[in-house]
């Protein structure tokens, strides 16, 4: 079944704590993206990866980390320096650069929840 | 950067009624729009997109339409049905690579 998984669906941290949600994709996918979900904020863009062993930063980085060590994967750690951690994050990805389909595929994402 | 307004916020219509959302945008070099439609509880999906060699675009009972003078496009949904509730994003990217910038959303509630 091809597609994009996320991991945890739910996860619960206590303040202080850094977490890493997990995002695979085996649709052989060059790009991959992360987007935080707020009511009534739409989809703001954390960080992206274009290619293996590259990143950039997107419009709400601060306090997000992430790597891209494989084609198939892009985690995200959510460490204790964001302010505002409790959100819905959803990990996407796209074809790339290359070609001219924008679709983005989501995952279902990952409701983390700071008690 | 790229900034997308999306009107209204929310949209509450009768089946069969059409619905119309409306989105702007900045960057006069943005040349792909698409939208998303996300059911509650579920990962967002695209369900139409329009470039900016093109002025309206349609598929079944959904159509969107761009303006590239004025910077706006819009979606439209006739003879609306309960299974199109769900929240509706607009977006748009700029030339070259760039990455997609998303209005904030527009909840549609179709009563029966």
């Known amino acids: 079944d091809g597609g994009i998984t996320q991991s945890p669906k739910y996860l619960f941290r206590k303040e202080g704590q850094n977490v890493t949600l997990s995002c695979e994709q085996n649709?052989?996918?060059?790009?991959m993206y992360w987007y935080r979900q707020d009511p009534g904020q739409g989809l703001r863009l954390i960080y992206y990866?274009?290619?293996?062993?590259?990143?950039q930063k997107g419009d709400i980085a601060e306090g997000y980390s992430v790597s891209r060590e494989k084609k198939e994967s892009f985690p995200l750690t959510v460490t204790s320096a964001q302010k505002n951690p409790t959100a819905f994050y959803l990990c996407?990805?796209?074809?790339?650069?290359?070609?001219?389909?924008?679709?983005?595929?989501f995952g279902e994402g990952s409701r983390l929840t700071v008690l | 950067g790229e900034n997308v307004e999306q009107h209204p916020s929310t949209l509450s219509v009768q089946e069969g009624d059409s619905a119309v959302i409306k989105c702007t945008y900045s960057?006069?070099?943005?040349?792909?729009f698409p939208w998303y439609k996300q059911e509650l509880g579920k990962r967002p999906q695209l369900i139409i997109d329009?470039?900016?060699?093109?002025g309206e675009k349609k598929d079944q009972r959904i159509a969107v339409t761009l303006n590239k003078t004025a910077k706006h496009f819009s979606l439209h949904i006739t003879e609306t049905q309960p299974e199109d509730s769900a929240v509706y994003f607009c977006?748009?990217?700029?030339?070259?690579?760039?990455?997609?910038?998303f209005g904030k959303g527009t909840m549609l509630l179709v009563s029966p």
């Open positions: 996407a990805s796209s074809q790339g650069v290359t070609t001219n389909t924008g679709e983005l595929f």
């Open positions: 649709l052989n996918h060059d790009a």
């Open positions: 990866s274009q290619i293996v062993n590259d990143f």
């Open positions: 960057d006069s070099a943005s040349n792909y």
């Open positions: 329009i470039r900016s060699n093109v």
């Open positions: 977006a748009a990217r700029g030339s070259g690579y760039s990455t997609l910038t």
